[in-house]
């Protein structure tokens, strides 16, 4: 007789590259062995400027100003509650230097990325799609 290991299935998020809402950038997320869910831009369409990788010169932090964007966290800590719902995690974005509240909503092929400050009323959701 055979036995079968029953393989755990990746998560939705995890089975694709998600693209930022310009198709700037690919973010792989992955589920991390605290049962959260993070995120790395693992791909940018331009990723040097002047020769050089792009960096993070918004960040508040001056010593992480150098710290390049390909390979950044961007998101972090995210629960999943439901079949498709991410929560309690934050976005960071590279263009301010700001970092967000953040709820995810996986809609098939698509991520309804939603950050605000506050309350999530009082936010902006862009639409992550799946990269090819």
Known sequence: PTSSFAQAQPDPLERN???????TAKI?????TDGR????????????ENGQPKLDPHNPDK????????GMMILKGFKKYGDN???DG???????????SCII?????KLDVRGYVGFSLL??????????
Request: no cysteine.
């Open 17 to 23: 590259l998600w693209y930022n809402e310009a198709k």
């Open 28 to 32: 792989q997320i992955y589920k991390a």
């Open 37 to 48: 869910f993070y995120g790395k831009i693992v791909w940018l369409k331009v990723p040097d």
């Open 63 to 70: 010593a992480r100003r150098n710290d390049p964007l390909l």
């Open 85 to 87: 719902s991410y929560e």
């Open 90 to 100: 934050t976005i960071y974005d590279p263009k301010n230097g700001k970092t967000y």
């Open 105 to 109: 909503t996986h809609k098939e092929d």
């Open 123 to 132: 936010g902006r959701t862009t639409i992550w799609a799946k990269a090819e």
